[in-house]
C-alpha cells in the first residue's frame, strides 16, 4: 500500500499499525508524539489498534509549550 508519511510518499505492507509505522519510521520521541491520519487526531490508546490503510496520509506532530 502507499501512504504519505510527513509529506513524503512510502509504501508500506497491509496491515500496519500506528504504533508499527512510529517504530518503522524512528519517531523521535515517541512518547510525546501526536498522530494524524488523514487530518484525524488518533488517541495514544489506540495507535496498537488503529491500521493505517492505503492511500491514508500520517503526520507526527509535537506540542511545544512556550511563553515569554
Known amino acids: 500500500m502507499k501512504i504519505t508519511v510527513s509529506g513524503i510518499q512510502k509504501e508500506y505492507a497491509e496491515g500496519l499499525t500506528v504504533e508499527q509505522l512510529i517504530l518503522t ?5 515517541p512518547l510525546y508524539v501526536t498522530v494524524t491520519i488523514n487530518i484525524e487526531f488518533i488517541k495514544r490508546e489506540y495507535f496498537g489498534k488503529t491500521i493505517i490503510n ?9 506540542f511545544m509549550g512556550g511563553g515569554c
Not at 55 to 62: A, C, M, Q, S
Open 25 to 29: 519510521e524512528k519517531v523521535e520521541n
Open 54 to 62: 492505503d492511500g491514508d496520509v500520517i503526520e507526527f506532530l509535537y
